[in-house]
Nanobody, 119 residues
Framework: QVQLVESGGGLVQAGGSLRLSCAAS????????MGWFRQAPGKEREFVAG????????YYTDSVKGRFTISRDNAKNTVYLQMNSLKPEDTAVYYC????????????WGQGTQVTVSS
């Protein structure tokens, strides 16, 4: 199993940047695909970005392409989300999630970190 703890959220002005981190515990972290999701008030949780276990393949929802970058450091058991050119509509609680290689579902979730973008 994997335990996940996010950090790096905060308040930023539109056009600014933040980098979220997700620290994982558990020796099998490097075998898990990882993802970032977000949930804005009154909206459903949505997928933001994902990265393969090896880090050699990434994918993004259209609204963040060209602005957000997901990466991972398996030696540090950490996955990152670099967010640039932030917009007020990026305001949400951001969650890190781990995809179990057996179930192929995002079975493991962090507690979330708040990102607020002011206009």
């Amino acid at each position: 199993q994997v335990q996940l703890v996010e950090s790096g959220g905060g308040l930023v002005q539109a056009g600014g940047s933040l980098r979220l981190s997700c620290a994982a515990s558990g020796r099998t972290f490097s075998s898990y695909a990882m993802g970032w999701f977000r949930q804005a008030p009154g909206k459903e949780r949505e997928f933001v970005a994902g990265i393969r276990w090896s880090g050699d393949s990434t994918y993004y929802t259209d609204s963040v392409k060209g602005r957000f970058t997901i990466s991972r450091d398996n030696a540090k058991n950490t996955v990152y989300l670099q967010m640039n050119s932030l917009k007020p509509e990026d305001t949400a609680v951001y969650y890190c999630a781990g995809k179990d290689p057996t179930t192929r579902n995002y079975d493991y979730w962090g507690q979330g970190t708040q990102v607020t973008v002011s206009s």
